[in-house]
């Protein structure tokens, strides 16, 4: 059974930084691209990172890239998402998602294109 736990959320001050964990298991973590996503109250899911299953190639949406940074550690199941320079409209719950497939050589940004997905850990940032 797919499980994706993240951790490593909470409150952290404009400008700050925080640092996102995603452990994975019940699948070959080492196949798979993984993202992250969040979702703002009152908002639609957004794709924040994606990042290959070998961690050749990572891509980020334009309201974070330049401060958020995609990492994964294929030996320890683990994906990880530092982020800094943080700013208020980052506050939303953050989730880590597996990709549908295995070794597909594209990082999609669609929610279905997705297919497990952890609980979510909170991120808010505000003075």
């Known amino acids: 059974q797919v499980q994706l736990v993240e951790s490593g959320g909470g409150l952290a001050q404009p400008g700050g930084s925080l640092r996102l964990s995603c452990a994975a298991n019940g699948f070959t973590f080492s196949h798979f691209v993984m993202s992250w996503a969040r979702q703002a109250p009152g908002k639609g899911p957004e794709w924040v990172s994606g990042i290959y299953s070998d961690a050749s190639k990572t891509e980020y949406a334009d309201s974070v890239r330049g401060r958020f940074t995609i990492s994964r550690d294929n030996a320890k199941n683990m994906l990880y998402l530092q982020m800094n320079s943080l700013k208020p409209e980052d506050t939303a719950l953050y989730y880590c998602?597996?990709?549908?497939?295995?070794?597909?050589?594209?990082?999609?940004?669609?929610?279905?294109?997705?297919?497990?997905w952890g609980q979510g850990t909170q991120v808010t940032v505000s003075s």
């Open positions: 998602a597996k990709d549908r497939g295995a070794f597909r050589p594209l990082i999609e940004t669609s929610p279905d294109d997705y297919d497990a």
